[in-house]
């Protein structure tokens, strides 16, 4: 048998979702300024919010759930997936990879690497997990549906987990992402270093 344990100050729980991505997003912002740029980003080059779309349950102390930031450039989506196990402030993030949309369908696939907790079990004592979520649907412009799968590949025999999540777009998370960055290489910049603590431990 084995357990994920993720661990949190008991300051931490008091935060808001999302406060320290925000915060974060305010210095990008004064860094990564149109004025201070050495050339304006070309229209094609400019990119725009999609959204932040969540499904997440709060108890009294925790959050539950999943949380998807989109950003598009050009014909390419791009973005984070944050998974809520606990703690309501600073939820395990990943990346978004291998992402695919087909704006005539509306299909969307992804894949993103986090580590949502501590692996106990075999022969893992407190061992970030290497969980692989694989999600499969559709993106519209107030939700996005489908069938999310995780895989802790420290177990690579196992199964991964299957559920059919539904994700409403959410005007608040959707406002804690603004401004929109002017390029995705500006983007990423931010991204990078919020991953340094929020990230996949592999």
């Not at 925000?22 to 210095?27: A, F, G, W």
């Not at 501590?118 to 559709?138: A, E, H, I």
């Amino acid at each position: 048998m084995r357990r994920l344990i993720r661990k949190a100050t008991s300051a931490a729980r008091r935060q808001p979702a999302f406060l320290c991505g925000s915060l974060i997003l305010i210095c990008w912002a004064t860094v990564f300024t149109p004025a201070q740029d050495q050339a304006s980003p070309k229209p094609e080059d400019l990119v725009r919010i999609v959204g932040a779309f969540a499904n997440v349950r709060h108890t009294r102390e925790d959050a539950f759930g999943y949380a998807l930031q989109l950003w598009q450039q050009g014909d390419q989506l791009f973005g984070l997936l944050n998974v809520y196990t606990g703690a309501p402030s600073d939820p395990p993030a990943g990346l978004l990879e291998d992402v695919k949309f087909d704006p005539r369908t509306r299909r969307l696939s992804f894949s993103a690497r986090l580590s949502t907790g501590l692996t106990y079990g075999g022969k893992y004592s407190g061992v970030p997990s290497r969980d692989r979520f694989t999600f499969n649907g559709v993106l519209t412009k107030t939700e996005v549906s489908g069938v999310m799968q995780q895989a802790n590949e420290l177990f690579p025999n196992e199964r991964p987990t299957s559920k059919r999540i539904r994700l409403r777009r959410s005007a608040s998370y959707t406002q804690m992402m603004t401004p929109a960055p002017p390029t995705y290489s500006a983007w990423k910049t931010w991204a990078d270093e919020m991953l340094k603590f929020r990230g996949p431990k592999w």
